[in-house]
């Protein structure tokens, strides 16, 4: 051990500039960043592992409230199927499996989104104290999200037991359905990141933006629209596509409109990607203005 | 960078903006500019509402070295400290740091008060830039160093203050740094903990590692320190040893300087005025506040009541750091606190209409630095002052002369010293 800590102060030279980051190749940046985050893996984990487990410390159940509140869950879906208060018409399989899984991807979407956007507000005085990566704050976060998201997804596959329906079998390819909607969700976040820091109604402007997002997106409603206009509005909604194929994959064993997916899976990696260098190349900028 | 130098500072800056909206709006733009990929052209200029935090700071640190950091509240320590520490981007100039730098700035940053002393060492350490293994191997030396026994398994929250801290500072010190910034921190824990902080801190110096160690202690500073830097209002004021550094301090805040500051101000009910208040060494002039280290002083003004209605009075002076933090308390009165009973240390002095006092305070230890004194007189059943003047003088402790007599105050405890009092 001792041989290890030498062996980084001898090679290890640091120098801080102003707008060194700003300087930076767009690849450069990208790979910066990625370096920066497999060497906080330790931290990452350990943040994971403080916020996972405390919220559970001093709880009777514990770890199980993971599981306990996603039951709760399905018991009023229940209800509510049986109560036949969910009745919108005829989307193929029961409606409320085709809400469930609607929702779960939109939430998912948007806590992703919420993780990566409050990720440096969080480190708070962390930030000002100590000198670490704060990729390693948004990526916690995003831990913690997916997490979540396992979970939902579990609770829903037992929906779908529940109501009889039998996944298609291109259910193999929902985990990466989600990639996109990731990507989206955390090119957002990050931007907003390092806005918020400066200007605290960055977060409620999109946030709000965002929630409307749902009501343009298919997700409570089925893909048929009779008024064009709308139609038209919902079509060019990245959301749209990149919610309605991980849903679709699992529900009906095709994607609807495969152009779009294409173009929409595009402009999120492309927002990803540019994103992460936003944030890489600012979020030092920002320290002083927590 | 040079053999051995193991941190440069080359003319580095920092600026901020007092005006929250408008640092908003900067700080807005700069993201913008810097997302854009544009370096700033006018980062050495100030924008409206900015100021200079840190202004053309140059140090060099080498191996071993223990540089202490001194200048008054505000002055733009802790900013150029969370430079070096890579927490503030500079605006102008270049940090080069070779090797690991360890904090201790903010211990037990992190800290989750839920979880486990075991817990918080792996958070801790991670966050400090350990690696787990690393944690691993120094586990038993973290809880050996912090001393917390049975409470390893326990929530923090259960810790003492003490023990939160004394944790906080064992997992800083194994991060094994080749730079060390101290912020006045190892003035926490008990007296025996202190020990082993000095200690150890001590034990890493002589083993090459490089210090930075912020105080306002000076004789912390004299004793630990091979150079010194004065900040003041963020400009370099002096960059050499530390003894010389002390003393620029001292200089800094002296005399001509701090009576300009700090002018009289009147308070109560301006039944008693006073004037011609005077702090002098024993046998020097009346006109010289300055005073050796050590040296009996007096403590002289004049009073006078308008109508003077009562014979139990209290008079009351304060000697305060010229921060404001009270130093010594010397009240005396014209009567007994309890009829016919009077306390070991009470002075008993009848006061006239009007006349002078004299304090003569005898054997005092102070440290060199600049008081100031604050004198009222009250009735004694009553705690409002008749009449009182707030930074009515100032004096100045000066630096002693010989390395003996540094020894003999560097550690400046001040502990009631004795003083009579002659009113005329």
Known sequence: ?290 | MGEDVVLSADQISKKFCRDLRQSMYYGALDVCRSMIGRVSTRRHHLRQGEFWAVNHVGFALKRGETLGLIGANGSGKSTLLRILNGVYEPDAGRVTIQGRVGALIALGAGFHPLMTGRENIYLNGTILGMATREIDVKFDEIVDFADIGEFLDAPVKTYSSGMQVRLGFAIAMQSDPDILLVDEVLAVGDASFQKKCFERVLSMITRGTAMIFVSHSMSTIERLCTSGLLLSHGKQAFWGSARECVQRYFGELGNDNLLAKKSPTKIGLGEVTFSAVSVYQDGGSPDNPNIEVGKDFIIQFSYEFVKKVSDKNQVRVWIKTFEGRDVQRIFFQECPFIDNKIYPNEIIVPLKKAGTVKIHVRNPRLFPQTFRVDIGIAPLDIDVHLGALADAAAFNITHPATEQMYLEYGNMTVTNFSYDVTVS
């Not at chain 1, 708070?124 to 995003?142: K, P, T, W």
């Not at chain 1, 990731?182 to 907003?192: E, N, P, S």
């Open chain 1, 1 to 290: 051990m001792l041989f290890l800590t030498q062996q980084g102060t001898e090679a290890n030279i640091t120098v801080y500039e102003p707008e060194q980051r700003t300087r930076m190749g767009f690849v450069q940046s990208w790979l910066g960043m990625a370096r920066n985050l497999v060497r906080s893996r330790d931290l990452i984990y350990q943040l994971f592992k403080r916020d996972l487990l405390s919220t559970y410390k001093q709880s009777f159940f514990g770890i199980f409230w993971i599981v306990i509140a996603p039951l709760i869950g399905i018991v009023s879906w229940l209800f509510m199927n049986y109560a036949g208060i969910l009745n919108p018409g005829d989307v193929g399989v029961p409606y409320p499996v085709y809400l469930l899984l609607g929702t779960t991807l939109w939430g998912a979407f948007m806590s992703f989104y919420s993780a990566s956007a409050s990720g440096l507000s969080s480190g708070g005085s962390l930030i000002l104290q100590v000198n670490f990566s704060h990729e390693a704050l948004i990526a916690q976060q995003i831990a913690q999200t997916a997490v979540n998201l396992l979970v939902n997804i579990t609770t829903f596959i037992l929906i779908l037991a529940l109501f009889r329906v039998r996944p298609q079998w291109t259910s193999l390819f929902f985990p990466l359905t989600i990639v996109p909607i990731f990507c989206l969700a955390v090119g957002i976040g990050m931007v907003v990141a390092v806005f918020s820091v400066v200007v605290h109604d960055v977060t409620k402007v999109v946030t709000s933006f965002l929630g409307l997002l749902l009501f343009l997106t298919p997700i409570i409603y089925g893909p048929r629209i009779p008024n064009p206009l709308i139609q038209e509005i919902i079509w060019w909604n990245p959301l749209t596509h990149l919610v309605g194929a991980a849903r679709d994959v699992v529900l009906y064993g095709r994607i609807e409109h495969p152009g779009g997916y294409v173009l929409a899976v595009l402009l999120s990696v492309f927002v990803f990607l540019l994103s992460w260098r936003l944030f890489f190349v600012s979020e030092r900028r920002v320290a002083e203005k927590l």
